[in-house]
Nanobody
């Protein structure tokens, strides 16, 4: 199964930006979906953004206009550009890879903390 390693999290103030990276252990061009999820303390993990192998992308309504997902197949890396961060964006961000068969792969997560 593909191994995923997230990086780029940190502590920022509201209104600032961060770019998360998700590095995969193997080629991702054929992976059906690469996605970002997040989990705030005491809450369930929720969808943030997805990039499909066919080129389509989408983000959750809560981050629309602020977050952008991109995929660099040459570097086997998926990015999440997060602008105008808000305190409610705080949480652990996870990368996921789903081939469309078998269980999805997950990274270990990276912490994002946004102070007001």
């Amino acid at each position: 199964q593909v191994q995923l390693v997230e990086s780029g999290g940190g502590l920022v103030q509201a209104g600032e930006s961060l770019r998360l990276s998700c590095a995969a252990s193997e080629e991702i061009f054929s992976i059906r979906t690469m996605a970002w999820y997040r989990q705030a303390p005491g809450k369930q993990r929720e969808f943030v953004a997805v990039s499909n192998s066919g080129g389509s992308r989408s983000v959750a309504d809560s981050v629309k206009g602020r977050f952008t997902i991109s995929r660099d197949n040459n570097k086997n890396t998926v990015y999440l550009q997060m602008n105008n961060l808000k305190p409610e964006d705080t949480g652990v961000y996870y990368c996921s890879a789903n081939r469309g068969w078998g269980p999805p792969a997950w990274g270990q997560g990276t912490q994002v903390t946004v102070s007001s």
